[in-house]
């Protein structure tokens, strides 16, 4: 097994950069086995992953989005080849890449704290909540990011604040003021002017037009 930590100073702050293609730490010492699964984007996700892995004997011992810790690590090739086909059967894949792996989870946490909590404050700092979680230099995660998703973090992020003002719009129980202030946005007009440039229309314009299911995106193709 290769060295899973490696470590680097920056702004003054020591970090710990797990190398994701290898066990981490924990996983390694405790004899559990941990696997990343790609386009996990909810609860419901989380259920049917699960679902799989007891299906095939395996019952995880914890489950997050986008990551999946078994008990043991007693699983075999022929057991992970029938669990990754269903997995493919159901939209999801499990990722053994170490750059992708590190893509999914930002893209996890990012989902998270946009769709999963009732409340993002306007002063909320991303670069310090990505590298903090991932205990990796955000300059590092938001090169890798641009590189191989062909597009910035920052992007990304509007993006998926953008499918939340749709959802919110859609179900029409918080006026804009409101969803400015939930979504961490200082003014309703700094959300109409990007909601405008990413989608064509204010968001007025957008609640009048009684959008359908096919006007938002599933967030795993964002």
Request: hydrophobic share 35%; charged share 25%.
């Amino acid at each position: 097994m290769r060295k899973a930590w490696g470590c680097c100073t920056i702004t003054g702050k020591l970090y710990k950069i797990l190398d994701f293609y290898t066990l981490d730490a924990y996983a390694y010492l405790s004899g559990t086995m941990k696997l990343a699964v790609k386009n996990m984007v909810c609860n419901r996700c989380i259920m049917v992953v699960k679902s799989i892995f007891e299906k095939n004997g395996h019952s995880p011992a914890t489950i997050t989005l986008g990551e999946v810790i078994l008990q043991d690590d007693s699983i075999t090739d022929s057991t992970l080849k029938i669990i990754d086909q269903e997995l493919s059967d159901m939209g999801f894949e499990r990722i053994d890449d170490k750059k992708v792996r590190i893509i999914e989870k930002l893209k996890n946490i990012i989902v998270s704290k946009i769709h999963h909590t009732d409340y993002v404050d306007v002063k909320f700092n991303w670069s310090a909540v990505l590298s903090d979680e991932l205990r990796i230099d955000y300059n590092y995660l938001s090169t890798l990011f641009s590189s191989v998703e062909g597009i910035t973090l920052e992007h990304y992020i509007i993006k998926q604040k953008i499918e939340r003002v749709k959802e919110l719009l859609f179900y029409d129980e918080l006026n804009l003021s409101e969803i400015a202030d939930k979504l961490g946005y200082s003014s309703v007009q700094h959300l109409s002017s990007q909601f405008k440039k990413m989608t064509g229309f204010t968001p007025s314009q957008f609640k009048k037009s009684h959008p359908s299911e096919h006007s938002r995106r599933s967030l795993d193709s964002i």
